[in-house]
């Protein structure tokens, strides 16, 4: 974790200069500091930005809860060539309003059918996280391959987010559980993460494949059936969960309090 080093007067004056109209990338660069603390300074300034529909380009950083939504936004956001569509269960509104004060989001919250979904526009910005994170069309069905290096902590952070988005955490006393479940086709990347949870843990979940039945009831009233083929990664080893948990406290993300809160229930 990095040390906490002190605003001198000239960085303080800096930032009430440039702000209002710096974006997040730029201010990232010129403070070399996180674009959390960055906020937090400016908030404890009184300072404001000079308000746009969003601002994505925090999302090209190399900051920790950068990969920590990008994490996230792989699993529940529909990025198309040109914009973001994310969209997630309304118990989880804050969190949602969490991530567009990341970007710099204006735009409205809708909310219907017990969800909430937010859409932004920034085609530079959008077409470069797609390259990137290696996004496709129809994600489901089209993994990313080809991510960008990470170090320890932006893993962490990446698996955050993923756990967040499609994963469930479960606690029953002295058996805790993480479980993240995708698509057939994303088995690969499960494994990239096993693989990687080996490499910074020296300890590995455990993968496997299942076939979920589901029905559907249409508003008709007809119902429609199939199957679902499904990986996992299952992460049962009290001892991994616990070192996850106390690396994700030490880096001080941002993360969904209700999932990860069942750890210490």
């Known amino acids: 974790m990095r040390k906490y080093i002190k605003w001198s007067e000239d960085e303080l004056s800096k930032l009430s200069e440039l702000y209002s109209k710096s974006t997040s990338s730029e ?5 070399d500091r996180n674009y ?4 937090k300074k400016a908030s404890v300034l009184g300072l404001k930005k000079d308000m746009k529909k969003s601002d994505c380009s925090v999302l090209l950083s190399e900051d920790n809860q950068t990969f920590y939504w990008m994490g996230f936004l792989l699993c529940d956001a529909h990025i198309s060539d040109r914009r973001i569509q994310l969209k997630i269960s309304n118990k ?69 987010g993923i756990i967040d988005g499609d994963g469930c955490i479960y606690n029953n006393g002295n058996y805790k559980q993480i479980s993240i479940g995708m698509h057939r086709n994303w088995l690969p990347f499960l494994e990239y993460l096993n693989k990687n949870l080996l490499i910074y843990f020296g300890n590995s979940g455990t993968l496997y494949n299942y076939d979920k039945k589901y029905n559907i009831t249409q508003n ?34 941002y993360v969904l309090e209700r999932k990860w809160n069942i750890i210490n229930s």
């Open 27 to 31: 201010l990232i660069k010129i403070f």
């Open 36 to 39: 959390t603390a960055i906020t």
């Open 92 to 160: 989880d509104v804050v969190h949602l309003e969490e991530f567009c004060k990341y970007v710099n989001s204006s735009n409205k919250i809708k909310d219907f059918d017990n969800v909430v979904r937010v859409n932004m526009g920034d085609k530079k910005v959008v077409q470069k996280l797609r390259i990137k994170f290696d996004i496709k069309d129809r994600k489901t069905y089209n993994p990313p391959i080809n991510l960008p290096n990470m170090n320890k902590e932006q893993f962490i952070s990446f698996l955050a």
């Open 220 to 253: 008709n009233g007809s119902v429609s059936s199939g199957t679902s083929e499904m990986s996992y990664l299952r992460i049962s080893k009290n001892k991994l969960i616990k070192s996850l948990w106390n690396e994700i406290n030490c880096l001080n993300l």
